[in-house]
């Protein structure tokens, strides 16, 4: 049973469309995240949930918009999708601090 | 501006050997940092742990070592196992790892253990 589950795992689309990505976990954990790892291999912070409330929004363009309906799900979605927006998106959820953060397996956008 | 830098882009190593990654950071905030393991198409998993008033760290095979005044730490794995194999990622904090999973990580290693 996976304890936090992205979909879609692959997503291939033109350039100019709007897609989203959708996050669920199981773990109970009140804080979820969005990481983004680039071409370059680095991953970094996009976005902080806790209790569905915005804690960290790391100046990431406003096409992107995260949406957290409860506190076990937060979807990632990307208004007119340029090539730089090909990456690989992590989720991840937390428990308490500590920075122990436990990852989605990650879904590769690939904008043509 | 990359805080924090794994310059080492790959490392093989036999089996039963010492596998020393290493990473350097740049911003004297942090003060807590973590390493994670991922395998290919999963996400990473978090391995150990170190807060800056400690110097050394072990959990098993694994232990993290942190030279605050070089900014410099090391994750040692012994005996490296070829289940090791995989990418190594070291990430940092600034707040006393409560600072809401806003890690900054490095690029990452690729760890190969050879039987």
């Known amino acids: 049973d996976t304890a936090v589950s992205q979909t879609p795992k692959y997503l291939v689309t033109q350039m100019g469309n709007d897609k989203s990505i959708k996050c669920e976990q199981n773990?109970?954990?009140?804080?979820m995240y969005w990481y983004k790892q680039d071409s370059k291999k680095f991953l970094k912070i996009m976005f902080s949930?806790?209790?569905?409330?915005?804690?960290i929004n790391e100046t990431v363009p406003n096409r992107f918009s995260p949406k957290s309906p409860d506190k076990a799900h937060l979807n990632l979605h990307i208004n007119s999708l340029e090539l730089g927006d090909s990456a690989v998106y992590f989720c991840a959820s937390e428990d308490g601090g500590a920075n122990v953060l436990t990852f989605g397996a990650g879904s590769r956008l690939t904008v043509l | 501006d990359q805080q924090v830098k794994q310059n080492s882009p790959s490392l093989s190593v036999q089996e039963g050997r010492i596998s020393i990654l290493n990473c350097d950071y740049t911003?004297?905030?942090?003060?807590?940092f973590l390493w994670y393991k991922k395998y290919p198409a999963e996400g990473p998993t978090f391995l150990i742990s170190i807060s800056s008033i400690k110097d050394k760290n072990e959990d098993g095979r694994f232990t993290v070592f942190l030279n605050k005044s070089a900014k410099h730490l090391s994750l040692h794995i012994v005996p490296s196992q070829p289940g090791d194999s995989a990418v190594y990622f070291c990430?940092?904090?600034?707040?006393?790892?409560?600072?809401?999973?806003?890690?900054?990580f490095g690029q990452g290693t690729i760890l190969t253990v050879h039987p």
């Open positions: 949930y806790n209790n569905k409330e915005l804690i």
């Open positions: 773990l109970g954990h009140d804080t």
């Open positions: 990430a940092a904090s600034a707040g006393g790892g409560t600072s809401y999973g806003k890690l900054t």
């Open positions: 911003n004297s905030m942090f003060d807590y």
